[in-house]
C-alpha cells in the first residue's frame, strides 16, 4: 500500500520539487512533503518559539534614555520624570528577574499634581516607548461588585483589548488609574454605611493593584451570561500608575508640619511652605486613601503647575505641539499659519487663567482659530494664502460671519 502511494506522488506538494532532486518524499494522505521543506519547517517553528521566548522578556531600560524620551514629550517635572524613569526601569527588571531565590517586590506609582500638568501624558508616553499595551481607566466610574457602575475586572477587560485579546501581551502592560484623589474617602473613620463609589472601590482595587488572577469575558461575551467563556489574566506583572489632584493635599502636609513644629530646631519657614515634595504616606491616608491602597503604591511624586514660558514651550516645541497640528490642518487647504511671539505669550496667559494646564490650550487655539478655519476653502477661492495669529486676534478673536 505504500509502494502504491509512494508511486502516486511524483513531487512535493509545497515546493513542488521532483522526488529524484531530495533525499526523501514523504507521503501521506492525499499530500506529499518533501524531507527540504520539513527542514524549513523546523526551523520555521524555532524562530516562532525564540521569538515568543524574546517577547516576555523586556530589553534592559536605561532610566537616562527614557528619561530623554520622556523630555520630547512633556515640559519641565524633571524629579517626576525622573522618579517616573528609575520605577518603571526597576520594574522591568523584576520582570526579567532569573533569581529564583529572590523575588523583587512590585513598585507601582502615585503621580500628584494639578490638572495639566502632565500626569496622563507621562504614563501614556512611557507605555510608548516600552511599546506596550496602555488603557485610561477613570476611577470614579469604578464601583464596588453588585452596584451600578464599572467593577475592578473592567479594567483588565480594556488592557486586554488594548493588547488585541493577547493575554500574555495584557499581563505585561500599564493600566493608567486617573482621577484616583476622586475615590478617598469621607471622613478618616471607617463610615458605618457602604461608601461604593470611595472606600469600598479602593478596597476592590488592593488585590488587582498587587497581583490576582483575574477571570473576565472574551472579546464579545457577556459578562453577565454564565455560559459565556472567561479568560484569565494574572495582573502581578501589570504596572498600575495613578494619578490625581489631590487638590487640598498641601493643607494637610502643612497642618502634619506644623503639628510636629514643636521643640528646638524646627523650620518654620519650612511649615509654611508645605509642598508635595515633602508629602509622606500618612498625609495620604489624612486626605481619606485608605492605608492598604497607599501601600500599594510604594513610589510617589509632586507634579507642579505649568508656568507660561512652559506653556508656550508645550504649544510650539514639544514633538506633536498643538501649532505644528494646526499648521498642518491649515496646510492642507493651502493655507500658512503663523504665530508671533506676542501672540503665543498672550495665548499662555489666557490658558494659565483658566487653571488647567496644557488641557486649556487647545481650547484657546481652538476659540482664536475656529473662524479661520471655517473659512479655509474660502481662504484659497480668494488667494489668501497665509494668515497670521497676533496679540490683538488672540484678545478679539475674528467673529464667523452669518
Known amino acids: 500500500m505504500n509502494d502504491d502511494l ?31 521543506c520539513v527542514n524549513l519547517c523546523g526551523d520555521l517553528l ?25 523630555d520630547e514629550y512633556v515640559v519641565g517635572q524633571e524629579n517626576a520624570k525622573i522618579t517616573l524613569s528609575v520605577a518603571v526601569a526597576n520594574h522591568y527588571k523584576r520582570l526579567n528577574n532569573t533569581n529564583a531565590d529572590l523575588e523583587l517586590a512590585k513598585a507601582n506609582v502615585l503621580l500628584l499634581g494639578p490638572t495639566g500638568c502632565g500626569k496622563t501624558l507621562l504614563a501614556r508616553s512611557v507605555a510608548r516607548y516600552l511599546d506596550v499595551p496602555f488603557t485610561i481607566a477613570d476611577a470614579t466610574s469604578i464601583t464596588e461588585a453588585g452596584y451600578v457602575g464599572d467593577d475592578v475586572e473592567t479594567l483588565i477587560n480594556k488592557l486586554l ?23 478617598a474617602r469621607k ?43 472567561m479568560i484569565e489574566v494574572d495582573t502581578s506583572n501589570i504596572l498600575f500608575i495613578a494619578g490625581g489632584a489631590f487638590v487640598g493635599i498641601n493643607d494637610v502636609i502643612k497642618r502634619r508640619a506644623q503639628g510636629s513644629g514643636l521643640g528646638f530646631g524646627v523650620d518654620i519657614k519650612n511649615n509654611d511652605e508645605a509642598s508635595l515634595q515633602d508629602l509622606e504616606p500618612d498625609d495620604l491616608v489624612k486626605y481619606g486613601m485608605i492605608p492598604e491602597f497607599v501601600g500599594r503604591f510604594p513610589t510617589w511624586v509632586g507634579l507642579t503647575e505649568l508656568t507660561e514660558d512652559q506653556l508656550i514651550y508645550v504649544l510650539t516645541e514639544i514633538r506633536n505641539s498643538l501649532v505644528a497640528q494646526y499648521t498642518y490642518l491649515f496646510e492642507t487647504d493651502g493655507v500658512a499659519l503663523t504665530f508671533s511671539d506676542d501672540a ?14 496644557a488641557r486649556s490650550l487647545q481650547a484657546e487655539l481652538e476659540r482664536i482659530l ?33
Open 6 to 36: 509512494n508511486n502516486q506522488y511524483e513531487n512535493c506538494d509545497f515546493c513542488n520539487k521532483s522526488k529524484n532532486d531530495v533525499k526523501k518524499l514523504i507521503v501521506g494522505d492525499k499530500v506529499a512533503i518533501c524531507d527540504e
Open 46 to 70: 524555532i524562530q516562532i518559539s525564540n521569538a515568543t521566548i524574546n517577547s516576555s522578556k523586556f530589553k534592559d531600560i536605561d532610566p537616562v534614555e527614557l528619561k530623554e524620551f520622556l
Open 161 to 183: 483589548s488594548a493588547a488585541d485579546g493577547d493575554v500574555e501581551k495584557a499581563q505585561r502592560g500599564i493600566i493608567f488609574l486617573d482621577e484616583v484623589d476622586k475615590i
Open 344 to 357: 503665543l505669550k498672550e495665548i499662555a496667559y489666557s490658558a494659565s487663567k483658566r487653571k488647567t494646564g
Open 187 to 229: 471622613g478618616e473613620s471607617t463610615s458605618i454605611t457602604r461608601d461604593v463609589s470611595g472606600e469600598g472601590v479602593q478596597q476592590a482595587l488592593l488585590k488587582i493593584v498587587e497581583g490576582t488572577v483575574c477571570r473576565v469575558p472574551a472579546a464579545g461575551a457577556n459578562r453577565k451570561n454564565p455560559q459565556a467563556e
Open 370 to 402: 475656529m473662524p479661520h478655519m471655517f473659512s479655509l476653502r474660502e481662504y484659497a477661492k480668494s488667494q489668501i494664502t497665509e494668515v497670521e495669529i497676533t496679540s490683538e486676534l488672540v484678545k478679539t478673536p475674528q467673529k464667523i460671519a452669518a
